[in-house]
């Protein structure tokens, strides 16, 4: 059995096209050796998700020196350069470092819960992993309700940081942990309806169907749905807690909130917890607007999966890139935001949507002649919506002018002959 | 020059000014500064703040001097709007030093009169909040005074005040860390 | 379908064991006296700033948005209602767009409502 | 609607992120309003006042460095310009020039580090922060090149200034001001002046009215984005900034905004000193020869530099002996920070990091 499973692991170790021949082989094997249906199906289900795992471990890892190095680039500096080749073994060192950390503990904390926390926000970053899918025939769990999943599984992770935080029992922890439900209950809204135009133009929750739309249809659903993506962009990075809305640590104001209290392994787990959660996004994203493993007739020379890690990174690459450009917004911003712009662009995204796809149906004219009219309407309504806002709701920075004024001499306007006089504002 | 310079006002423009206003607020006059009575201080102080002519809305700063016998409370006035600054003193007593405060006329003398408190021991009536600002609450004495060396008690600094400390073990001069073995 | 999502619990097994793995390992470390474990009050302390913290973190926080969490469940439980709809849209034609125009149409008023009413704002 | 509910206190500082060094700010928080801020300092205070009692007055100019220690040449200027007039020096014609340019080098410097640190607060991760810091790198360079250090200066002396400039010193002047510089200022803005979300962030937020700003003797940035142009080196001129073309930028509300844009403003300002400088640095000696153990004539002088905080005042008083009887100092930060209440009271927490980051204190300058 174990010669047999070698053979077959040395024999196909070329077909990188598809990893999904390799575990099929293995399933094969099990069968022929006549074991149980429900073995088969054990092994297969372990094969693929042993496979996930590998990855996010390896994502994991390397996304501690993409992130630093890429970071360090924008700020004009090296980043980790000192152990291995350009810094290579920094997350190896990261990791020897935290494993050997003394773990601290607060006495007043909650154990269970405090010991639970990084636990718990690691899991739905994998988890979600289960229905995307990495290549042509490479899913693990092909849900029919594979977006709802998603969104089951990725507010999962902002409970968990909730329970840290307000287990922690402190004060900085706590201000995170509120500020994450606020922007949970806030962001979870924008995200799913986002997603709802592209469930209504792909017929279907299943992520396997919405990337066979996409190349029966021969186009990224990011040219069909433009507005949702920068929406879903938006809400996610705030879901990640990533820089314009990582309000929950915020360093520079409540001094790391959730994670303040956390040292050793568990901050640890909290750190690749975020990596792992932005590249789960960035998968979400790829599969969604990007076309998933399918890139027009690139994926019949290079493998699918490849193709699709490709673009996770390079979703990755733009979390990266705000995250080094952009300053944090303040919580009543950021909630405002969702409510005010997100949502009704949602809505209104919703509606455009529902009338295109009735058109579609209702007509029956083809979908090369109707698609590429709606890419067109699509982006130019995408532009309008979010230009109009600009111009109507943002606030008015035009009411005073950027420049300073400039005098050559000095000049003090004359003031009240009583300035004011508040005495005793300290100690109120 | 292009700029004219700030004019530094005679004390005795000033205490004219004032003892014209306010008889009896003016204790002496010289060319740099001028002398306030204690007890009129505020007045005073009030005075130059809203007149029209000093326009002393800006208090520039204000710190203290040990005079061995008497200690001064020196208050730097500006008007930007004029371009002028002068000095004004307040003789304080030297063992029991009390003063009014001058933070309700200025925001900005509250953190200067707690520093005064803090390091001269000058106890300003009226304060909002008179609690020391650099050192510990319970630091004995007042250290920016000339007989802070010699506190009641005998010893030379202080220190032996605080607590964990036995008597004779902190004096003033230097001892090197080890001293027990070479050091005669 | 139960298949597909007993295959994704597969993973939920192995996303469970992969965060437990370096807890495991560090609490070995710790055994082997690698890791050191040297408790003292400061160190279990909570940090606040190198300050003795002021009072207990575990009190009734002043949360500011619990108009959202009602504005959440209701728009959360829209999006559940939606989300069938979409999937089925294709087939239903016509009589659906009509029905969900009515839906957020009446959603819509109720969310001018709360806008008006000033809910979205972080008193 | 008001709701109820139990504040909660909390210390920022003074091991914060954002507190700039060890200052404390007891804040008490109802959800995210802060209701009172109390103000606690004194963790970096080494009581120079009464160590320079005992020292003499050439010994005293380190204790300068060490007080706004990212602006020490102001202080070390603003100190011995308070000695010399106390004791009637009169300083050469080149050092004059040489404390100008110095002086408006560490300006740069400093509101350098300023910016960044207050984007910082604003929550940008640490990219402005790296863009500025690099910038002033190259100003500690030209510091280092000169008196060599690079920090803690040490630069002026009673009288003059410790060295003359080296021969390389000059052309790489020119190159930092005339090309460098310029171009990494035009970056700077355009990466942060007009971002919505510092916009967002900064206006409105910690306001001064310009009423407060007299009455609370702020200065400075503070004092001028009240809309107050107040400058001291226009109105109380001293080394040769009577000689230089510089105009004063001026804030139209106050608010934390205005003082970032002021403070680019104002390193665009001192550039153009800097250059009017070079272009009339005149030959001669660099320092007049005074006696180590200076015993200036008994009386008492207060004389104040335009440091990149505000106004920094020495207040000397001398009775005739080798070391000063009473030295006290106006530091700026300090009385900057006694409008914080005022300015941070009714704020969400998030304002009040951004106005405290706005004020741009050091804490080394505020404790002494």
Same mark, same amino acid.
């Given at each position: ?428 | ?184 | ?68 969490? @009602?504005?959440?469940?209701? *728009?959360?439980?829209?999006?559940? %209602? &939606?989300?069938?709809?979409? #999937?089925? /849209?294709?087939? @239903?034609?016509?009589?659906? *767009?009509?029905?969900?125009?009515? %839906? &957020?149409?009446?959603?819509? #008023?109720? /969310? ?12 | ?368």
């Amino acid at each position: 059995m174990t010669g047999a499973l070698l053979t077959i692991i040395t024999d196909n170790w070329w077909d990188i096209r598809d990893l999904s021949n390799l575990s099929g082989a293995i399933r094969d094997l099990v069968s022929d050796a006549g074991g149980p249906g429900w073995l088969v199906y054990v092994v297969a289900g372990l094969l693929g998700a042993a496979g996930i795992v590998t990855f996010v471990g390896v994502t994991a890892i390397i996304n501690i020196w993409i992130e630093r190095r890429v970071v360090g680039r924008m700020q004009s500096r090296l980043g980790p350069n000192r152990p291995g080749p350009v810094g290579l073994l920094q997350p190896l060192a990261d990791a020897i470092k935290l494993m050997q950390k003394e773990v601290l503990q607060p006495k007043l904390a909650d154990a269970l819960v405090f010991t639970a926390a990084p636990i718990a926000f690691t899991v739905p970053g994998i988890a979600v992993l289960a229905v995307v899918p990495w290549g042509r025939n490479m899913t693990l769990a092909s849900l029919d309700a594979g977006i709802v999943f998603i969104f089951a599984m990725s507010s999962l992770a902002a409970l968990a940081v909730f329970i840290g935080g307000y287990g922690s029992n402190n004060k900085y922890a706590l201000f995170g942990s509120m500020r994450v439900i606020a922007m949970l209950v806030t962001y979870e809204i924008p995200i799913v309806m986002s997603l709802l135009g592209i469930a209504m133009f792909a017929g279907t929750m299943n992520l396997d169907g919405i990337v066979r739309f996409q190349e029966d249809h021969w186009l990224f659903l990011i040219m069909l749905q433009p507005l949702a993506f920068v929406i879903y962009f938006m809400s996610s990075s705030a879901e990640l807690n990533r820089t314009p809305a990582d309000l929950a640590e915020a360093e520079s104001e409540i001094a790391g909130g959730y994670h303040v209290e956390y040292s050793g392994m568990k901050f640890g787990l909290y750190y690749a917890a975020e990596l792992i959660n932005c590249v789960t996004v960035s998968a979400i994203i790829a599969t969604l607007f990007l076309g998933g493993w399918w890139a027009y007739k690139l994926d019949e020379i290079v493998p699918g999966w490849m193709i699709y890690i490709g673009k996770v990174y390079a979703v990755y690459f733009l979390f990266i890139w705000t995250r080094g450009t952009l300053p944090r917004f303040r919580i009543d911003q950021l909630l405002a935001f969702a409510w005010k712009w997100m949502t009704p662009m949602a809505l209104v995204n919703v509606l455009m949507v529902a009338a295109e796809v009735l058109i579609w149906e209702e007509t029956g004219w083809s979908a090369g002649v109707l698609l590429p009219i709606y890419v067109v309407l699509n982006n130019a309504l995408a532009l309008a919506l979010i230009v109009a806002w600009v111009r109507v709701f943002a606030p008015r920075f035009e009411r005073f002018p950027d420049r300073p004024r400039f005098y050559s001499t000095i000049d003090v306007p004359s003031l009240p002959a009583v300035a004011p006089v508040q005495p005793g504002t300290q100690s109120q | 020059m292009p700029h004219p310079a700030t004019v530094t006002l005679p004390g005795t423009a000033v205490a004219e000014r004032l003892g014209a206003a306010l008889p009896g607020a003016v204790r002496e006059a010289f060319a740099e500064h001028v002398v306030l009575e204690p007890a009129s201080l505020f007045a005073a102080m009030a005075f130059m703040r809203d007149d029209p002519e000093l326009d002393a809305k800006y208090l520039v700063q204000m710190c203290s001097v040990d005079m061995i016998t008497r200690i001064d409370v020196v208050y730097h006035l500006a008007s930007l709007a004029r371009n002028h600054i002068f000095e004004v003193k307040v003789p304080a007593d030297h063992e029991r030093p009390a003063v009014a405060s001058v933070a309700p006329l200025w925001i900005g003398a509250t953190l200067q009169e707690r520093e005064v408190y803090d390091l001269m021991g000058v106890a300003f009536e009226g304060h909002p909040e008179l609690t020391r600002l650099f050192l510990w609450d319970k630091f004995p004495g007042h250290p920016l005074r000339k007989d802070f060396m010699s506190l009641p008690g005998g010893q030379k600094s202080g220190l032996s005040q605080f607590p964990k400390q036995a008597p004779g073990q902190t004096g003033g001069e230097f001892r090197p860390r080890d001293a027990g073995a070479g050091a005669p | 379908m139960i298949e597909q999502f007993g295959r994704a619990g597969f993973l939920l097994l192995f996303a469970v064991a992969f965060p437990l793995l370096p807890i495991v390992a560090s609490v070995v470390l710790g055994v082997f006296k690698i890791r050191p474990r040297k408790p003292d009050p400061v160190k279990e302390s909570i940090y606040e700033c190198g300050m003795v913290p002021i009072g207990n973190a575990q009190v009734r926080y002043n949360v500011r948005y619990y108009v959202f969490g @009602l504005l959440f469940v209701i *728009f959360d439980v829209e999006a559940v %209602f &939606l989300y069938p709809w979409a #999937v089925t /849209y294709r087939q @239903l034609g016509l009589y659906a *767009f009509v029905e969900v125009v009515l %839906f &957020l149409g009446i959603l819509f #008023v109720g /969310y001018a409502y709360a806008w008006r009413k000033g809910a979205m704002e972080w008193k | 609607m008001p709701i109820k509910s139990e504040p909660v206190e909390v210390n920022i500082g003074p091991q914060h992120p954002s507190t700039h060094g060890v200052f404390r700010m007891v804040a008490r928080i109802d959800g995210e309003r802060v209701t009172d801020v109390k103000m606690v300092v004194g963790y970096l205070h080494r009581s120079m006042e009464k160590l320079a009692e005992e020292r003499t007055y050439t010994q005293n100019i380190p204790f300068t460095d060490r007080m706004d220690y990212l602006a020490a040449m102001t202080g070390n200027l603003g100190y011995c310009l308070s000695v010399e007039k106390l004791a009637g020096i009169d300083v050469p014609e080149r050092a004059q020039y040489l404390r100008t340019m110095f002086s408006e080098l560490q300006r740069v410097a400093s509101h350098c580090m300023a910016t960044g640190a207050f984007i910082n607060d604003c929550g940008a991760w640490q990219t402005p922060v790296m863009y500025t810091f690099r910038d002033r790198e190259k100003v500690l360079d030209l510091f280092e090149m000169t008196c060599g250090a690079r920090i803690t200066t040490n630069y002026m002396r009673i009288g003059g200034v410790a060295f003359d400039i080296p021969d390389e010193f000059l052309p790489a002047l020119d190159w930092l001001v005339n090309d460098d510089l310029p171009a990494r200022f035009e970056e700077l803005e355009n990466l942060i002046v007009g971002n919505e979300i510092i916009l967002m962030r900064s206006r409105d937020v910690g306001v001064v009215t310009p009423e407060m700003a007299i009455n609370a003797s702020l200065s400075g940035p503070m004092l001028r984005s009240a809309g107050i142009a107040w400058d001291i080196r226009k109105a109380d001129p001293y080394c040769v900034y009577d000689r230089m073309n510089f105009e004063i930028p001026v804030g139209y509300n106050g608010d934390s905004y205005d003082r970032m844009v002021i403070r680019i403003e104002e390193m665009k300002q001192s550039l153009r000193i800097i250059r009017q400088c070079m272009a009339e640095l005149p030959d001669g000696p660099h320092k007049v020869d005074v006696p180590l153990a200076l015993r200036p004539p008994a009386g008492e002088a207060y004389s104040r530099v335009e440091s990149p905080k505000g106004e920094l005042g020495f207040y000397v008083v001398s009775d005739g002996g080798p070391a000063p009887y009473r030295w006290h100092v106006r530091a700026p930060s300090l009385i900057n920070l006694s409008v914080l209440p005022q300015m941070t009271i009714g704020q969400s927490i998030a304002d009040a990091i951004v106005t405290l980051g706005s004020i741009d204190i050091n804490v080394g300058e505020v404790d002494r």
